[in-house]
């Protein structure tokens, strides 16, 4: 997540929780995110760690027009490249902001050397992929609708399961359901909960996997153990 | 910021924001966040990474009594040290819970070896601090109320000063009315913010820094160069 306003406050990030939903529902764990500013030399480094480290990174924020932004400049530095103008990208602005593009339109038309556009369903506007890093706005309405270009052309090994189990108990009061539980099944996740939100229950547990029976069996398991009147809902998905 | 539910989209995080005003309105910069999920070698690897490059890192999230909170063992194992049962903590959660703790209440009382505990000006409950790590809860009206805890200890160097203006026109007309601004004031950060939201401006303006005859200097000489008209607000903080 590119951009110096989430690091002073100014703005409250929307972009991650739908990426990591959206990445979900396709199968793809999401292992970690970075929030850094509008640093060239800051998202170079940690573009190319990330991208040395896992499948697919995408960036969010730092493209646009203006001077602060610098995230195709940086992903390029990242890989050893500079920019060049696309001209796919070139004749898109021109089909938007008409021919000839000024000096100021065209560097919108830059992309790293190297890298490819991938088109979304639609066909409206090609997004920019370099190697594994799929450069993405900040602004959260256009990064929703960016998702759709992902969902187009990737997909994860698996699907994921869960069941979310919402109990009238604190946490304290469910160790030992919880760790019979976490020891039975080692290839489920059980994560726990404590209110959050007033409307929250007092702990909700979650029974995270990849095997449909194993996440059902533990959550059986989970729910067995559970003291007579304490359970409030079983939601799976 | 610590926890799986935000990596799988099932928690909108809501700590980084009031972390990074808090800390704005302290002048201590914030230049980085990192979101992983409850994995102690993940944090430790991040805390360890965090420590040795800036003068101070907080956790969020990871602390309670569950077998899926484990930052004060990976906060520990960063440092190379393990962790101990504070005497202090041990009586605090005595006076809360009752004498003597089970075992199961009792790890809540450990802490990473050499750990030091600050407390608030409410005296409450003890925050736990090793090295430069500050160790905050990840539930967001706890964390809300741990940043007293920041503010009663830590100051930064400097007051941070900025302008917003809002402009009617968007990015790609302002070009030459930033460029401008930021070529004569290389000590003012200058962003530039298109709508995001429908009550958004066109663009907003941002003129952020530590002098603060600089930044007003930079949004005179920005506003002297608007076209007639365009001028939404100016706001100053």
């Given at each position: 997540l590119v951009g110096t306003e989430l690091l002073t406050g100014s703005v409250q990030d929307r972009n991650l929780v739908e990426l990591a939903r959206a990445l979900r529902a396709l199968g793809?764990?999401?292992?970690r995110a970075v929030v850094v500013g509008d640093d060239i030399d800051a998202i170079a480094t940690e573009v190319k760690d990330l991208s040395d480290r896992v499948d697919v990174v995408f960036t969010s924020g730092g493209v646009g027009p203006t001077h602060d932004d610098v995230t195709i400049e940086a992903v390029a530095k990242a890989f050893g490249v500079g920019t060049v103008v696309d001209e796919r990208m070139r004749r898109a602005l021109e089909g938007h902001y008409g021919a000839p593009l000024s000096p100021d339109y065209l560097r919108?038309?830059?992309?790293?050397?190297?890298a490819c556009l991938q088109m979304g369903p639609d066909q409206s506007w090609p997004t920019i992929v370099k190697e594994n890093v799929w450069i993405l706005p900040g602004v959260p309405n256009i990064f929703r609708h960016k998702l759709d270009v992902i969902r187009a052309h990737l997909r994860g090994p698996v699907a994921f399961r869960r069941a979310v189990v919402s109990c009238s108990l604190d946490e304290l009061s469910l160790l030992a359901q919880l760790d019979g539980t976490v020891a039975k099944f080692p290839n489920v996740l059980v994560g726990s909960y404590p209110k959050a939100n007033p409307s929250d229950p007092p702990t909700k547990v979650t029974f995270d996997g990849t095997d449909a029976t194993e996440v059902e069996n533990a959550t059986q398991h989970f729910l067995g153990l559970l003291p007579d009147g304490c359970l409030l809902a079983v939601e799976r998905n």
């Open positions: 793809i764990a999401l292992v919108m038309a830059k992309v790293p050397r190297g």
